[in-house]
Every structure is written in C-alpha cells, then in structure tokens.
C-alpha cells in the first residue's frame, strides 16, 4: 500500500513539473521579453536594433559617461544578476568590471562583442602599454563584425526567433555599410596637409588608420592615464609647426587638458579653435540622432570634417 501511494505521489511531482515547466515555455512564447543588459550606449544600440521586440535592454553607461574610468554600483550589480544575457565590449574598456563579467560568465551568456574581430586588425596602444586599444566601433567595418557577434548569440540563445534576429542584423549591417563609405567620402574631402584628428585621448586610432586621418591624443587610450607638461608642449609645438587649424574636445572627458594646448599654441603665436565636440566613448543624449551609433558616428564625421577643411 505504502508502495503504492509513494508512486503515485512521484507521478504528481512530475507532472506538477511538467506544468510548471510548460508555463515558462508559454511565457516566453507568448511574450516573455529577454531581458539584456550591455555596458556602453553603442552596444545598447546594436542590441535593440537587432533583437527589437523580442529584447529588453538596460544600459549601464549612460550620455557622458566614462567606461575607462566606470566602476559599478550595486543596482549595476543587480542589473546584471537579473539579465538573462550580458553585452559589453571587452579589450578592458570597461577595466574595472572584468572580474564581475568573469563571475557572470558562469551563470549566463556574457559575451564581448568583439571577440570575433581577428587579432592582427586590432590595434596596440601607441603609449607602448599592453593589451588591445578597445575603441573598435571607430572603425564601422569592426563594429558590423560586433553586430554580427551579437546576431549570433541572440539566435543561439533564443533559436525560436532566429529568423528576426537575422533579417534585423541584415537590415542594419546595410546601414552600417552605407555609414563607412559614407565618413570615407567626408574624410577625403578635407585637404590632405590639414587631415589631423587632435583630442584629448587616444580614442580615435582605428578611425584613424581606416579613414586615412593623422590621430594624436593628448592621454594615452585610457583616460586613466595622466598626462604632463611635455605631452602638452610636445602637441602645442605639431599644432604651431604644422599651423593645425583646430582640435577638438569630447564630450566624455574635461576640457581643460586640450585647453592648456590651445593657451599654449596662442602664446606661440598660433591660434587653434575648438572645433567642436565629439562623442568618443559614449554616444549623446538618448531620444537625439546622437544616441544612436549611426547618428554619433555621422555628428563626428561632420563636424572634424567643417573644422578642418
């Protein structure tokens, strides 16, 4: 008799799983969103277009914030307790969070999108230090290959909707292209012996070497870096002997080390203007052209190239 009522109490547990287990599914099926949580704005961008009304996504780093410099609160902790899935860049851009994407790795997808770039087209830091310059998405030719990353693991994570993934990556990788020939067309309008990027830190080397413009930065590529008396004399002296018509600030770091160049180059003699302000390693306000990728990348694009030419 015991025997019997302990089978049938088994038979209940399984199919009182069962039930529970089918409700999940039809939660997902029926609406369920993913929930997704990157780390800067241009990886947010990608993911929504991507994966739109299947995905909700949080972004950690909002218009104006620093990832060099970026440490992690607890309701960021929290965000990513909760995700079912984590983007963010990888190259130690977001230098302080590595051990936390470490730990999340073993509980749920935590990708770098750009793993699959291939190593020999990432650039070293010209201040000789180790490691990866992270500013890929300056080089929209990396960021498609992100964007094909995050199509990937969107599919392999959620195959029942892989079909939307891949027509949205298609759809958006399309833009992505018309966006490269679009800022090599603008680059090569401006005449070549004025053709120099100055900023305040190393962020724009891939755009550099993929668009043909001289780059030079006061900070190295990490705003962590410091920078002292001989980097700005040393970039006050290319301005004045090359009569550099303007540099330019970003809206993610103070102003008041490229400042120092252009007081510096005035007492030379030679005046510099700001030519305006870029988005480097965050995108601008959200709900503005700005806030997207295509729109941060165009802004850049126009206002280096009215500066310059």
């Given at each position: 008799?015991?025997?019997?009522?302990?089978?049938?109490?088994?038979?209940?547990?399984?199919?009182?799983?069962?039930?529970?287990?089918?409700?999940?599914?039809?939660e997902r099926e029926h609406g369920e969103k993913i929930q997704v949580t990157t780390t800067i704005g241009m990886i947010n961008d990608i993911v929504k277009n991507i994966g739109g009304d299947?995905?909700?996504?949080?972004?950690?780093?909002?218009?104006?914030?620093?990832?060099?410099?970026?440490?992690?609160?607890?309701?960021?902790?929290?965000?990513?307790?909760?995700?079912?899935?984590i983007f963010y860049n990888g190259?130690?851009?977001?230098?302080?969070?590595?051990?936390?994407?470490?730990?999340?790795?073993?509980?749920?997808?935590?990708?770098?999108?750009?793993?699959?770039?291939?190593?020999?087209?990432?650039?070293?830091?010209?201040d000789g230090s180790q490691g990866h310059d992270p500013h890929v998405w300056f080089n929209v030719k990396h960021w498609i290959s992100a964007a094909e990353t995050v199509e990937q693991e969107l599919s392999k994570f959620d195959p029942d909707h892989s079909e939307d993934y891949q027509q949205n990556a298609e759809e958006y990788i399309k833009k992505l292209r018309?966006?490269?020939?679009?800022?090599?067309?603008?680059?090569?309008?401006?005449?070549?012996?004025?053709?120099?990027?100055?900023?305040a830190h190393d962020a724009f080397g891939y755009f550099g070497e993929a668009y043909g413009i001289k780059v030079m930065g006061l900070q190295g590529i990490s705003t962590a870096s410091e920078y002292g008396s001989k980097?700005?004399?040393?970039?006050?002296?290319?301005?004045?002997?090359?009569?550099?018509?303007a540099v330019f600030v970003e809206s993610s770091v103070p102003k008041k080390a490229i400042e120092a160049v252009i007081e510096g180059a005035k007492e030379?003699?030679?005046?510099?203007?700001?030519?305006?302000?870029?988005?480097?390693?965050?995108?601008?306000?959200?709900?503005?052209?700005?806030?997207t990728y295509l729109g941060m990348v165009k802004h850049n694009v126009d206002t280096i190239v009215n500066a310059l030419k």
């Amino acid at each position: 008799m015991m025997k019997k009522i302990a089978i049938l109490w088994f038979v209940m547990v399984l199919a009182i799983a069962g039930c529970a287990s089918s409700e999940v599914g039809n939660e997902r099926e029926h609406g369920e969103k993913i929930q997704v949580t990157t780390t800067i704005g241009m990886i947010n961008d990608i993911v929504k277009n991507i994966g739109g009304d299947h995905l909700e996504t949080i972004g950690l780093m909002k218009s104006g914030v620093d990832p060099h410099l970026y440490k992690a609160s607890q309701g960021d902790i929290k965000k990513l307790d909760n995700a079912d899935m984590i983007f963010y860049n990888g190259l130690h851009l977001e230098g302080k969070m590595v051990d936390i994407f470490e730990k999340m790795a073993k509980d749920k997808p935590t990708v770098a999108v750009t793993k699959n770039i291939p190593e020999q087209e990432l650039l070293s830091p010209a201040d000789g230090s180790q490691g990866h310059d992270p500013h890929v998405w300056f080089n929209v030719k990396h960021w498609i290959s992100a964007a094909e990353t995050v199509e990937q693991e969107l599919s392999k994570f959620d195959p029942d909707h892989s079909e939307d993934y891949q027509q949205n990556a298609e759809e958006y990788i399309k833009k992505l292209r018309e966006l490269d020939e679009y800022v090599k067309k603008q680059i090569s309008t401006i005449p070549e012996p004025f053709r120099v990027l100055v900023t305040a830190h190393d962020a724009f080397g891939y755009f550099g070497e993929a668009y043909g413009i001289k780059v030079m930065g006061l900070q190295g590529i990490s705003t962590a870096s410091e920078y002292g008396s001989k980097d700005v004399t040393e970039l006050r002296d290319f301005l004045v002997g090359n009569k550099i018509k303007a540099v330019f600030v970003e809206s993610s770091v103070p102003k008041k080390a490229i400042e120092a160049v252009i007081e510096g180059a005035k007492e030379k003699g030679h005046d510099v203007k700001i030519g305006g302000e870029l988005f480097s390693d965050a995108m601008g306000e959200e709900g503005t052209e700005e806030g997207t990728y295509l729109g941060m990348v165009k802004h850049n694009v126009d206002t280096i190239v009215n500066a310059l030419k």
